[in-house]
């Protein structure tokens, strides 16, 4: 199939799903300049070791260095607006073809694009907590500006001496709810749309087989590439507007 028909074929998939879910990845996120993880030649993870800076051994063996090794890049997430892909899979769950979106992206972009359902199963940047007596849900802004003005680590204000750490999943971290209760969500998924994952990182690279049909989007090859129904090796952002006009019958794709 060219490109077009499997743009059609992947709106057939949808018209025809009862349980439709998306799961995205770093790769949704480039387009509004956030850089991926693992992209040969380009990805994070190709220019330094995850374990030696995002893991939670790092943030407990040097919480300052873990700071200045990753704030600037997290709150660069924060300043960033959604794209097409995020506005789109928006779209489709306001248009009740998609019950929600499964993301592995820590940036927000899902919920600013206005995504409802959503799963965040590595965690986001809004909030931070103490690591020593538990409190949460501070605002994350609020870790920041005790890191600009020189606070580093900063410290949670209840007890006044533990290290304050975001609401992410590290390396090394158990996953989170968010996760666990994906694991229930996709019981009886007819149509998984998997979108800027390489499905390499476990546990959540196995969650594809939980679907009776697979739609994958992604400039590089993945494990799963084989057990998919469609295959679209083009940017996010372009595959889900031509989704979307497919599904509205303006045929602009």
């Known amino acids: 199939m060219d490109y077009r028909e499997r743009i059609a074929a992947v709106a057939e998939l949808i018209k025809t799903s009862t349980k ?5 990845g770093a790769g949704v996120s480039t387009e509004s300049g956030i850089p991926d993880y693992r992209s040969p030649g ?3 993870w190709e220019k330094m070791d995850p374990v030696k800076v995002s893991s939670l051994s790092a943030l407990k063996r040097d919480p300052a260095r873990f700071y200045d090794l990753n ?4 709150t660069a997430y924060n300043e960033t ?17 998609l019950l929600g979106v499964i993301t592995q ?16 199963v590595h965690g986001h940047l809004r909030t931070c907590r103490c690591m020593d007596c538990g409190c949460g849900d501070y605002p994350f802004a609020g870790l920041v500006e005790q ?5 580093n680590p900063p410290r949670c204000q209840a007890c006044q001496n533990g290290v304050l750490r975001p609401d992410v999943v590290l390396f090394e971290d158990p996953m ?13 998924c007819q149509l998984l749309i998997v979108a800027g994952s390489s499905l390499t990182v476990y546990p959540v690279a196995g969650l594809p087989g939980a679907s009776r049909r697979l739609v994958i989007v992604n400039n590089t090859p993945t494990p799963w590439d084989d057990r998919a129904d469609i295959v679209l090796r083009e940017s996010a952002g372009r595959v889900f507007t031509d989704i979307l006009s497919e599904l509205r019958g303006d045929g602009s794709c």
Request: aromatic share 8%.
């Open 71 to 74: 704030l600037d890049r997290w």
């Open 20 to 24: 439709t879910l998306a799961l995205t």
């Open 42 to 44: 380009t990805g994070l």
């Open 105 to 120: 992206n820590i940036d927000s972009l899902h919920k600013k694009a206005g995504t409802v359902k959503l799963w965040e």
């Open 147 to 151: 890191y600009r003005r020189g606070v």
């Open 176 to 188: 989170n709810e968010h996760f666990f209760h994906v694991t229930q969500i996709l019981s009886g």
């Open 81 to 97: 607006e959604p794209n097409a892909a995020h506005l789109v899979l928006a779209k489709l769950e306001q248009l009740n073809l």
